[in-house]
């Protein structure tokens, strides 16, 4: 069994910031890769940025510059700060995490949260 448990999630004016964080608990042998991806309604889920353990890091064109990935492997912990946000990144944004439970690797995903960029 293995959980992700997002925080930070929330509503913001045009141009503010915003911190998420998910933590990776449960039965985990190790994690590859964690990251957030998003899903704005009527569109599908994209890849916001991705880092893996050894902190190599990966985002996605239209956040580049204004969000910034960041792990912590020893608590299994992965935090996106969103800066500059803008009404396009209104979506529910989902923690994911590549990693072996035992032996048997998997993607798993948190719940989600609500961000909503609004004056």
């Known amino acids: 069994q293995v959980d992700l448990v997002e925080s930070g999630g929330g509503l913001v004016q045009p141009g503010g910031s915003l911190r998420l964080s998910c933590t990776a608990s449960?039965?985990?042998?190790?994690?590859?890769?964690m990251g957030w991806y998003r899903q704005a309604p009527g569109k599908q889920r994209e890849l916001v940025a991705a880092?893996?353990?050894?902190?190599?890091?990966n985002y996605a064109d239209s956040v580049k510059g204004r969000f910034t990935i960041s792990r912590d492997n020893a608590k299994n912990t992965v935090s996106l700060q969103m800066n500059s946000l803008k009404p396009e990144d209104t979506a529910v944004y989902y923690c994911n995490a590549d990693l072996y439970s035992g032996y048997v690797r998997g993607d798993y995903w948190g719940q989600g949260t609500q961000v909503t960029v609004s004056s």
């Open positions: 449960g039965r985990i042998f190790s994690i590859y890769a």
């Open positions: 880092i893996t353990s050894g902190g190599s890091t």
